[in-house]
């Protein structure tokens, strides 16, 4: 008689195999790392070529026909020109002759009805904004929002001036409170300072967070406890005599 053995089936023809469950997991692995590396990558391109193309699509028709580049196919000249022609104007308007243009351009701006209020809101907003001096949107803190227990994220824009503070027995911040995934939108809260609790992350580590849904968390460490340094008493030996 024959002696049969009993030979176990080769690994790698079942598809529960491990080297089969590796092979998968590991191809699953390397297509989720390119989607990693390319997407924000891409993205960012993308959003870049799109406001390129704006700004060229909005300049370019403006230049002469001999001098358009638009026949040579070169992007972001219309940026480029844009961002020339705003230097020089800051440099034009920085001397007497540019500050008078702007202080007659003021006034006659502050004397039409409708465009009065859009303009000077609009310039005490860039005013308040590019200052050096400013500390708009330079401070993140906790408020419960909508309702007690319940905390969001905020963005101090200054502290409250004007008639509101003066219905308020407390200090109160202008506080913007940003929706989620487009933080471009939200709400304007009149917070108590007393009621606010700030944050050691920086704004752009918060508007990370608030775009990525809360899965990009600013990493943090606790602060150490201080630990007292107790000197110890030096023993006082009797004078020699």
């Known amino acids: 008689m024959t002696e049969q053995r009993n030979v176990p089936p080769a690994a790698d023809n079942r598809p529960d195999s491990p080297v089969h469950l590796g092979l998968t997991a590991r191809l699953r692995a390397y297509f989720f790392a390119g989607i990693l590396i390319t997407a924000p990558i891409s993205i960012t391109f993308y959003l870049a070529w799109i406001f390129i193309s704006f700004v060229d699509q909005k300049?370019?028709?403006?230049?002469?026909?001999?001098?358009?580049?638009?026949?040579?196919?070169?992007?972001?000249?219309?940026?480029?020109?844009?961002?020339?022609?705003l230097t020089l104007i800051g440099a034009l308007t920085a001397g007497w002759a540019g500050r008078t243009i702007i202080r007659?351009?003021?006034?006659?701006?502050?004397?039409?009805?409708?465009?009065?209020?859009?303009?000077?809101?609009?310039?005490?907003i860039f005013e308040t904004v590019l200052a050096k001096k400013s500390n708009s949107f330079r401070e993140v803190v906790l408020i419960e929002y909508p309702r007690r227990g319940i905390w969001s994220i905020a963005f101090v824009s200054g502290p409250t001036a004007g008639e509101i503070p003066s219905l308020a027995d407390d200090e109160m911040l202008?506080?913007?409170?940003?929706t989620?995934?487009?933080?471009?939108?939200?709400?304007?809260?009149?917070?108590p300072r007393a009621e606010t609790r700030r944050l050691d992350m920086t704004v752009e580590?918060?508007?990370?967070?608030?775009?990525s849904l809360g899965i990009i968390t600013p990493e943090w460490a606790p602060p150490q406890p201080e630990v007292e340094q107790i000197t110890p008493a030096r023993s006082r030996e009797p004078a020699a005599e």
């Open 59 to 85: 300049v370019t028709p403006l230049i002469p026909a001999p001098y358009n580049p638009q026949q040579w196919s070169v992007p972001g000249v219309g940026l480029l020109i844009i961002v020339v022609l």
């Open 180 to 191: 989620t995934p487009n933080p471009t939108s939200g709400f304007l809260l009149f917070v």
């Open 205 to 211: 580590e918060a508007f990370k967070m608030v775009v």
């Open 104 to 124: 007659i351009s003021d006034q006659v701006l502050s004397q039409m009805p409708v465009i009065r209020s859009i303009y000077s809101a609009t310039k005490q």
């Open 174 to 178: 202008n506080v913007f409170v940003p």
